[in-house]
């Protein structure tokens, strides 16, 4: 990318008149699209779109682009003219909000404009006044919907201070095609509008100005019109494939200088006008709805079958309004020519058409609609990458059942259209990934009921200012949903159990020793034997009391237990874990599993090597504080992976982002598990730069001291090199 240097101030339009005479003004049927509240139609959509973008100011008038979402329905219409949705940040909306809606594969958008009504916590309700179906024609220049290419090494650079040459800003808009700019007019009116364009859709003049084609489209000019009136905007651009977007901020002129619009012709074709930005504020940052969202993954985006026709809502939305109006078809025609059976079909194909023509008179080459303005323009055959989303199922809570007064468990089934069951092994773990604020927060729990159910149950202890389990015991109801990931770790019972087995837990660490006492005491044929030490604050913070006096009163030849609690007797250490094995008198060929807080396991451990027990027969698990990075850049870094001495590719990893994410998204074969940094399995080398992760994590200081790192929970401070051979 070569900025060009301006020498001469650009003509700039001032007046409605000069913006109507050469957009000209939209037809009566373009504003008789637009409803006032939401009808049932809207609402489909809404629950069906897994993003947005979204558009306000926050309290000192800074104004803000951005997108929003994670899955389909993230946005609750609460009324016809009110809907509710998480925003993340700290800054409150004000004043105006608007919004388009995107249906992954689908041309047409929704767009809806409102006032912000409140915030709770990270939910922001906005008043709806306006509502209507925009065109596809965003979209298609763009290819949004194109399989991703393969991302670039980062090339370009932009001399001076100005906020476009910061770090990783002229590479983002280089690959960008498609953005959201929100602008706002006097009367307390904003508009969030789509702009798309082939391969790069705002070029970069020098380091401090943009430039954006604004081409022939259905001549509403909402954007045009406002920046007359109050010339703040901002912008969040967006590249397919990756999980940053661009954010700028600044102040617009609209021009038609020839010398300008000419530098952004296609075959010739220059568009009619340009908006010419002085950036204030450019930067990259992760997005946890695009991560969330899969855009780009055709597996998880909802059964094409079953998602509105845009196309015919805006005709519904048309005919609705008509009655009555001046310029306008009669409704009875509109809902009549509706009606005939086969007439949205032919609909769709004349539409398609139309955009192909118009498109192609814009400059555009080849251009493929297909059924409902799903595929864009054709580009060259790409390189599928992948969605850095780590394959996660789809889970309901069916009953949040109480333990103790700080324990809960959860009890969740397959949300999927075709339920299976939670297969793994007695001791394993599963990722629960809940949306909390707004943001994904991911922790590791054992599970606590025997494999091969149609429910899964995990047990949560509420950890004091813990996100996550503060979140499951204050705001997790009956029919919420979850995602999962797993089953994950290698503490679990052998396939053959032996003849005896022994469990010491404490607290929270009984959940995996639950599941292998259910599961072996589930076959009644059985013959080994199981001795549970247990240690608990009081009787009534002990986990599963009742259920394990039961089962050892209704099972004496096949599970003893062994409560200690703590408040009377004082720790467990390791003169009471050793008192105790000695009168069990275990035999050589037991098993020994251990879990709970670090000082019982040291004790565990030091005593269990002076009895001379193997190391392969004890078996422990030790807790990590779960996902999540404490530094992190601010900037774009480059991550180069290699294996066996040979290159596998070279990525961008956004801020924000661990490099786990940035190798799966660019469809690399990273390996991984868990994603927490629990269970070891995303340990790679770090050949060159500094990486920071949360601690603390399964590393032990021996590989930390060799250069070990965590893909699942590192992030880059600076350009790094990868070692992903199995070490």
């Known amino acids: 990318m070569t900025p060009q240097r301006r020498h001469a101030t650009p003509r700039r339009l001032e007046t409605v008149t000069d913006i109507e005479t050469i957009v000209g003004r939209p037809a009566p049927m373009i504003m008789l699209k ?130 476009l040459a910061g770090p990783g800003i002229a590479d983002f808009l280089a690959a960008a095609p498609f953005l959201a700019l929100s602008s706002w007019d006097a009367a307390g009116g904003s508009d969030t509008s789509p702009r798309g364009d082939q391969q790069t859709v705002a070029r970069i003049l020098d380091d401090r100005t943009l430039v954006i084609a604004d081409r022939k489209g259905n001549k509403r000019a909402d954007t045009l019109h406002n920046l007359l009136q109050d010339g703040h905007l901002s912008l969040a651009a967006l590249v397919p494939g990756r999980r940053g977007v661009l954010h700028v901020r600044g102040r617009a002129a609209i021009t038609d200088d020839p010398a300008l619009v000419e530098t952004m012709a296609l075959r010739g074709m220059s568009p009619h006008l340009a908006l010419l930005i002085d950036v204030e504020h450019a930067e990259v940052n992760g997005n946890d709805a695009l991560v969330r969202s899969r855009l780009w993954n055709p597996g998880a985006h909802p059964d094409r079958a079953t998602m509105p026709d845009l196309m015919a809502l805006g005709a519904e939305h048309l005919a609705a309004n008509a009655a009555g109006a001046d310029g306008g078809p009669p409704a009875f025609l509109l809902k009549a020519v509706g009606a005939i059976p086969g007439m949205n079909r032919l609909l769709r194909w004349g539409i398609d058409r139309a955009y192909r023509s118009g498109l192609r008179k814009e400059g555009y080459g080849d251009i493929q609609p297909g059924a409902g303005a799903h595929r864009g323009i054709r580009r060259r055959r790409p390189t599928d990458v992948g969605t850095g989303e780590p394959s996660l199922r789809q889970v309901r809570v069916a009953e949040v059942r109480r333990e103790t007064p700080s324990a809960v468990t959860l009890v969740l089934e397959d949300a999927g259209r075709h339920p ?109 034997k199981i001795a549970l030490l247990y240690s608990s604050r009081t009787t009534e913070e002990t986990i599963f009391g009742d259920e394990l006096d039961r089962l050892a009163a209704d099972l004496p030849d096949r599970l003893s237990v062994t409560h200690v609690l703590t408040r009377q007797a004082g720790r467990l250490d390791a003169d009471g874990v050793r008192h105790w094995l000695t009168q069990r008198s275990p035999t050589p060929d037991t098993h020994y599993y251990v879990c709970g807080p670090d000082p019982l396991m040291d004790a565990v451990q030091d005593v269990l090597a002076d009895l001379g027990v193997l190391d392969e027969k004890a078996h422990q698990e030790r807790y990590t504080s779960g996902a999540g990075t404490g530094n992190t850049t601010t900037v774009p870094q480059e991550m180069r992976v290699e294996k066996d001495g040979r290159p596998l590719g070279t990525v961008t990893v956004e801020p924000g982002q661990t490099l786990l994410e940035a190798g799966l998204a660019a469809g690399l074969a990273m390996p991984h598990s868990c994603t927490v940094g629990n269970c070891g399995d995303c340990m790679v080398k770090l050949n060159s730069g500094d990486v920071t992760q949360n601690e603390p994590n399964c590393l032990t200081p021996q590989q930390k001291s060799d250069g070990y790192v965590l893909t699942c929970v590192g992030c880059p401070m600076s350009k790094v090199t990868l070692d992903i051979t199995d070490p």
């Open 34 to 163: 637009e409803l006032s509240a939401l009808d049932e139609g809207c609402r489909t959509v809404l629950a069906h779109s897994p993003i947005a973008a979204v558009g306000y100011r926050d309290s000192d008038g800074t104004s803000r682009t951005t997108f929003v979402g994670g899955a389909p329905g993230f946005a609750r219409a609460l009324s016809t003219t009110r809907i509710s949705f998480s925003l993340p940040g700290t800054s409150d909306p004000h004043g105006p909000v608007s919004l388009f809606f995107l249906l992954p594969g689908v041309g047409e958008i929704l767009r809806v404009n409102g006032t912000a009504a409140g915030r709770k916590g990270a939910q922001t309700s906005v008043d709806i006044t306006q509502a209507w179906v925009h065109c596809a024609q965003a979209v298609l220049r763009s290819g949004l919907w194109n399989p991703p290419t393969t991302p670039s090494v980062p090339t370009h650079r932009i001399e001076g201070d100005g906020p």
């Open 420 to 528: 299976q069951p939670f297969d793994f092994r007695p001791g394993q773990y599963f990722t629960l990934v809940a949306d909390i604020d707004g943001r994904p927060v991911r922790r590791a729990y054992s599970a606590s009921s025997a494999p091969g159910a149609s429910r899964l149950e995990v047990t949560v202890k509420h950890v004091e200012d813990g996100r996550f389990s503060t979140h499951v015991h204050r705001g997790l109801r009956v029919g919420d949903r979850l995602a999962v990931r797993g089953p994950s770790g290698s503490f679990h019972a052998q396939l053959q159990p032996p003849d005896d087995t022994v469990l010491i837990a404490a607290g929270s660490g009984v959940t995996p020793m639950m599941s292998m006492i259910r599961t072996r005491l589930a076959d009644r044929h059985g013959r080994d």
